[in-house]
């Protein structure tokens, strides 16, 4: 089969391996669809470490084309999207369903082999943990691959609180960001401001549903969301790119109790400046979020079948032999997000 294998920063090479076969308890899907997201370009940049050798692809939706010895619950040629993480199921975390916490912890497309190649074993873990959901019908395969990304985005605003006709600044348009948009209207937000410095996303913005769109390096942020929140400041900020000095405006427009919440991975090393009389007199919480929970990634399949909009996230198609071109569209901004089809 044809895979992408990751052998160094800036080196993904597609090369021909043999085709996996399932153990017990395992699944091997037929590729349908893998997306690519900024993690894997930070892994491509050597911001973030992956296994030398590995396959990537986090973001997986295929065909069940075999099942392994005692695999229960799966057919044959059922359309499946996956939760890439294997967790221990065991420790404090998991026994709270917050496998995405797990110590122990590993991933599909980092650690062990993901979705880049046409066909991808599924470990017993991922099966016995029940990360294996089936795709609603109806659902095309290329929007399912966004269930990772929404299940992200899902624990986000689940973390900042994001209430039905409540306020929402979003520092960031790029994909996530318009993502966060876009479950945000699903959720009911009232005003959503979405802050960018790339105008053809701010368009996006505009397009998708944005109540208010600044280009921060041409208009001052601040004013737009006192008007739009009655001088109140938002409910909730989302740093939704890694930009350590965003925290400061994120203070500046969140309101008395608000959270803000610090989306995007930071490079390492990051540190800011703070005033601890903003967060201690407005009684601020400052909160993160990282992935999501099982419960968050079923939810957020379920919310794709009612979000139409989110099918144009996806801007950019490559075959698995120009996985190097998907990695490179990715590393030039171009678009939004890039896919790799089977
Ligand atoms: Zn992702
Ligand atoms: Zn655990």
Redesign the pocket.
Known sequence: MKACVFHGPGDIRVESLPEPHPGPGELVLRMEAT?L????IRVYKGEKKARIGVIPG??NVGVIEEIGEGTEGFQKGQRVALCPIIACGRCFYCRRGLRNRCPERVTLGYEENGGLAQYLRVPASIVSLGHVFPVPEGLPSDVATLT??LA?VLNSLETCRVSPGGSLLLLGAGPMGLLHLLLARALGAGTIIVSELNEERLEHAVRLGASAAVNSRRDDLQPVVLDATGGLGVDSVVVTTGVPSLLEPALAAVRRQGTVSLFGGFPAGSTVALDPNAVHYNEITITGSQNATPDQYRRALQLLTVMPQAAEINTHRFRIDEGRKAYESRLGMDGLKSLVIF
Do not use: A, I, M, R
């Open positions: 997306g997201c900024y993690s894997d986090h973001e990772e990304p992200c």
